[in-house]
């Protein structure tokens, strides 16, 4: 098992956060999952080469699988700060999507900011801290749609990610 000089050249307490890559569903690297009910792509821009975005297409069905996109992180106990940018356009998905950060052993350490609706591009951050427990040794950053038990049925439009970075302070 070796990494690239181009992932080595991605490594940071998110691996490959301008989405330069396309998941690898292995390892450290993105995980997705690919179904009918949306489609995920990483758009890259040739100018810079160190930006890109992750794009998903909702196609009005109901995904069977909430977690759309995850990685496995190894921090450090610890407060740290999950930031980034966001776009959506007419996004109907549940009460909306999510970034959560989770230990090995399920527990959830930040509270959910939720994403719908339509904006411009605009930052977010969420802050958190990573337990000194045992359990949490190893953490899993996923992005998910919290379900709306009123609208079940609802999953269209788009949301757009780019530079999404961790920082300990």
């Given at each position: 098992?070796?990494?690239?000089?181009?992932?080595?050249?991605?490594?940071?307490?998110?691996?490959?956060?301008n989405?330069?890559?396309?998941?690898?569903?292995?390892?450290?690297?993105?995980?997705?999952?690919?179904?009918?009910?949306?489609?995920?792509?990483?758009?890259?821009?040739?100018?810079?080469?160190?930006?890109?975005?992750?794009?998903?297409?909702?196609?009005?069905?109901?995904?069977?699988?909430?977690?759309l996109?995850?990685?496995?992180?190894?921090?450090?106990?610890?407060?740290?700060k999950?930031?980034?940018?966001v776009?959506?356009?007419?996004?109907?998905?549940?009460?909306?999507?999510y970034?959560?950060?989770?230990?090995?052993?399920?527990?959830?350490?930040?509270?959910?900011?939720?994403?719908?609706?339509?904006?411009?591009?605009?930052?977010?951050?969420?802050?958190?801290?990573?337990?000194?427990?045992?359990?949490?040794?190893?953490?899993?950053?996923?992005?998910?749609?919290?379900?709306?038990?009123?609208?079940?049925?609802?999953?269209?439009?788009?949301?757009?990610?780019?530079?999404?970075?961790?920082?300990?302070?």
């Amino acid at each position: 098992n070796h990494l690239s000089t181009r992932e080595l050249n991605l490594l940071g307490n998110i691996f490959d956060g301008n989405f330069l890559l396309p998941p690898s569903n292995r390892g450290f690297g993105w995980r997705s999952h690919d179904e009918a009910a949306y489609s995920i792509f990483f758009k890259h821009h040739t100018a810079p080469k160190t930006s890109g975005e992750a794009v998903i297409y909702f196609t009005g069905a109901k995904p069977k699988n909430m977690t759309l996109l995850s990685q496995l992180l190894l921090l450090e106990p610890g407060r740290f700060k999950l930031k980034g940018e966001v776009m959506t356009e007419h996004l109907k998905a549940g009460e909306g999507l999510y970034w959560e950060l989770s230990c090995q052993d399920g527990r959830v350490m930040n509270q959910p900011l939720l994403f719908s609706g339509s904006s411009s591009w605009h930052g977010f951050e969420t802050v958190f801290e990573t337990p000194r427990n045992r359990g949490c040794e190893v953490q899993r950053l996923s992005l998910k749609i919290r379900e709306d038990i009123n609208q079940p049925f609802r999953y269209d439009g788009s949301i757009v990610f780019r530079a999404l970075n961790m920082e300990r302070f």
